[in-house]
């Protein structure tokens, strides 16, 4: 293994594994020794709640850990992770409308899903076109029986892991550069939260009516918030076994311009 630089761009919400049981699957940049963009990257497979403390990377932070080619997955940038070696170096905030955020993704945008294919990559961030509409889907409440049963597994011996299974899948509608429709779920980390969160956090008295409030939270996040305000540029990822398949797996969101020269006319 070769210790490497990383910026750490998104985490998508953990997932059951037969093989690795609990996993969260991490894309960000490959850096230089001059912290330069090289290329996108993918850690997997990686028991994030189950790391140290200290190790715990939180997104846009720079990382330096040793790493090595996942020579068991096709994708070109996938890379396994020494956890024990995991180092984190500092954050990259959001001043000057995330300019030193977009100085190391942007250079590496794509311009469609479509673009990633053809040159054999299964990684990257493009910004769409056109956002038709954000959509939420409910789906299954419980992991299947699979899925429980390693859990079960699982909190025998670690009883503090229990992993909620989120009843809902959110998603955009949208047309990339070139003229493509796609419709694709979100897996990211972010999104899970807020509407965990949000349902945790409610007063209302039924589940129900807490996870109607959570829903149109994340909603107005989604929707009011982000595709009315925001400057939004997806980070797309397809799946191992289903290539063709992509899905959001992380949101880049700086304020669109319009919205920024009206901040700086009230300060």
């Not at 304020?255 to 006319?265: A, D, H, M, S, Y």
Request: with cysteine; charged share 35%; glycine share 2%.
């Amino acid at each position: 293994m070769e210790r490497r630089k990383i910026l750490i761009a998104t985490k998508t919400y953990p997932s059951i594994s037969t093989k690795y049981q609990e996993t969260v699957c991490t894309a960000g940049v490959l850096l230089d020794d001059d912290e330069k963009p090289l290329q996108w990257i993918r850690i997997y497979p990686i028991r994030f709640r189950q790391l140290d403390f200290d190790k715990r990377y939180p997104r846009w932070s720079i990382i330096s850990a040793k790493i090595e080619r996942n020579d068991k997955d096709y994708r070109e940038e996938s890379f396994r992770i020494d956890d024990s070696s995991i180092e984190i170096i500092r954050k990259i905030d959001t001043r000057k409308n995330w300019e030193a955020r977009k100085a190391f993704v942007l250079p590496l945008q794509f311009k469609s899903i479509r673009q990633i294919k053809e040159q054999g990559k299964s990684l990257g961030i493009i910004k769409p076109q056109t956002i038709k509409k954000y959509f939420c889907k409910e789906t299954e409440r419980e992991w299947n029986l699979k899925q429980q049963s390693i859990l079960y597994q699982l909190d025998l011996f670690e009883p503090s892991v229990h992993l909620e299974k989120i009843p809902y899948n959110f998603g955009y509608e949208f047309i990339s550069q070139d003229g493509d429709k796609h419709r694709l779920t979100i897996s990211d980390w972010e999104i899970m939260e807020l509407y965990r969160k949000c349902r945790d956090q409610s007063r209302a008295t039924s589940v129900e009516n807490k996870e109607k409030e959570a829903l149109e939270k994340v909603r107005q996040k989604l929707e009011d918030d982000f595709l009315k305000k925001k400057d939004l540029y997806f980070i797309v990822g397809n799946l191992k076994n289903h290539k063709n398949s992509f899905m959001i797996i992380g949101i880049f969101y700086p304020l669109l311009i319009e919205n920024l020269n009206i901040q700086t006319e009230l300060f």
